[in-house]
T-cell receptor
């Protein structure tokens, strides 16, 4: 299985809602990532988990809260988002702590009303 | 920090060869990646160069010159399906943190 899966594919939420994005991989990768991508822009790194511990938080607002329940799963909890948070949220995974190929999931297209 | 520069858009003809350049400045060097991203889809890995020289993989090749802070992606025998954005990326302040360039949007025309 060489796939990263993400659910849901699309999400529309109001500014007062609480929702979660989910990501799963079964490649035995020990590093997992959340990226945010706006239209016609490159992906921007948000968080990195390495061996289930948060190793990088790129100064992301606290309304985004990541969670890594186990080595295969990565969640992103959303609360009190703003319309400018509307974007494609990409999950990725890679082998370990060294630079290497990152496998991306298909993304969740988030719209905040 | 990291600074990556690549052209915004390129157009090339089906069957032709196109070279997409990327220049970078990094505080340390841990290799350079190329990713392809079709509109509305996730990026997919194309290549990783850590040593100088050309690496060939089918129709795609990637070149690196560490002394010049320069890389290029060469696409041969262009096909319509090669129309996509091509992203150059380098590891950031920590090896796991990839920093992407703005991407080059390639249009292949008949």
């Amino acid at each position: 299985d060489t796939e990263v899966t993400q659910t849901p594919k699309h999400l529309v939420m109001g500014m007062t809602n609480k929702k979660s994005l989910k990501c799963e991989q079964h490649m035995g990768h020990r590093a997992m990532y959340w990226y945010k991508q706006k239209a016609k822009k490159p992906p921007e790194l948000m968080f990195v988990y390495s061996y289930e511990k948060l190793s990088i938080n790129e100064s992301v607002p606290s309304r985004f809260s990541p969670e890594c329940p186990n080595s295969s799963l990565l969640n992103l909890h959303l609360h009190a988002l703003q319309p400018e948070d509307s974007a494609l949220y990409l999950c990725a995974s890679s082998q370990d702590h060294l630079p290497g190929e990152q496998f991306f999931g298909p993304g969740t297209r988030l719209t905040v009303l | 920090g990291q600074n990556i520069d690549q052209p915004t858009e390129m157009t090339a003809t089906e069957g032709a060869i196109v070279q997409i350049n990327c220049t970078y400045q990094t505080s340390g060097f841990n290799g350079l990646f190329w990713y392809q991203q079709h509109a509305g889809e996730a990026p997919t890995f194309l290549s990783y160069n850590v040593l100088d020289g050309l690496e060939e993989k089918g129709r795609f090749s990637s070149f690196l010159s560490r002394s010049k802070g320069y890389s290029y992606l060469l696409l041969k025998e262009l096909q319509m399906k090669d129309s996509a954005s091509y992203l150059c990326a380098v590891p950031g302040n920590t090896p796991l943190a990839l920093v992407f360039g703005k991407g080059t949007r390639l249009s292949v025309i008949a």
